[in-house]
């Protein structure tokens, strides 16, 4: 595999640094720290430039919150001007890595995300005859385990540039695993799996393979063939990741339970929203309709989820909860 050099003084060019503040802030313009960075944008992207350039950016202690839904998460945050580095190393490592990723790794990548898991697993559910059995496995605290030394050593796979290095390797050891949150982390994530999937694909002809993260769906005619795949994923993720999968893997009829992946529920014939989301929507429509809303406002209020419905064979359900109300209006 060719190894990239020459890398690092793209990233701490000033307009780079400057369409990383533009990439950083948006959505975010807001918040404290974005204010506080734009009181002096110049003084401070040249601050940035002058720490990467002289080797001295080091990342401070991240701050940390917890989320529950859907599930207890710890998540990590870093200042305004810290996220403006991870989005300029990026910029220049975005293209490269994501040119390592199967087309059937899905998360975080431009122009995939949930809705290319959807429209490929759909398609490929065709296939009734080969898709008869689902293997379903995700990794146990994957973010918190991955290994930094094996993730250094994937980076180094692609990327030669000794400065560059050096920065990664310093981000990386500034948290234990790799912290949920940071921008760079997602790109660690599946950065840590690329080579499991090329594995699966390439040397085990692996035909209907999913992952999302951590999560893996794979597809076959046969339950025994699954089994038998499971105990080599095992055995790699043990001795060349130094990961672990969670126990509650499953192997099952897809036609008797249907997939469970994305939010969505895929069968042969028909896809359905989630149980949790469709309840989601549900407790919300009942909310708002004790609420004196108008049918445009009622919309807005539930936009969240019937963007999930509007892609799946959730017509009857949309009706429910959207024309009834209209109706009332």
Known sequence: MKRIGYLYDKICSLDNLILAYQKARKGKAKQYGVKLFEKDVNGNLIQIQQELLNLTYRTPEYKTY????????????????DRVV?????????????????????SCIKG??????????????????????????????FYPSIDHDILKDIIRKKIKDPRLLNLLDEII?????????SYLSQFFANLCLSYLDHWLKEDHRVRYYYRYADDVVILAKSKEYLHALLVEINDYMATRL????????QIFPVAARGIDVVGYRFY??????????????????????KMNLTAKEYRMRIAPW?????????KHLLKVVIDKYEEVC
């Open 86 to 106: 991870h989005h300029a190393i990026m910029n220049i490592l975005e293209p490269i890595w994501t040119s390592i990723f199967i087309r059937n790794t899905y």
């Open 66 to 81: 917890t989320v529950y839904d859907p599930k207890e998460r710890e998540i990590s945050c870093l200042p305004f001007s």
């Open 173 to 181: 050891d500034s948290s234990p695993g790799v912290p949920i949150g």
């Open 242 to 249: 130094n990961l672990r999968l969670k126990g509650n893997y």
């Open 268 to 289: 042969h014939t028909h896809v359905l929203l989630r149980k949790t989301i469709k309840k989601s929507l549900c407790r919300r429509a009942a909310r708002l309709n």
């Open 112 to 141: 995939r995300g949930i809705h290319g898991v959807l429209r490929h697993l759909k398609r490929d559910l065709k296939d009734v005859e080969n898709t008869r059995y689902c293997l379903k496995i995700d990794t146990r605290k």
């Open 306 to 314: 019937t963007g999930w419905a509007k892609h799946c064979n959730s």
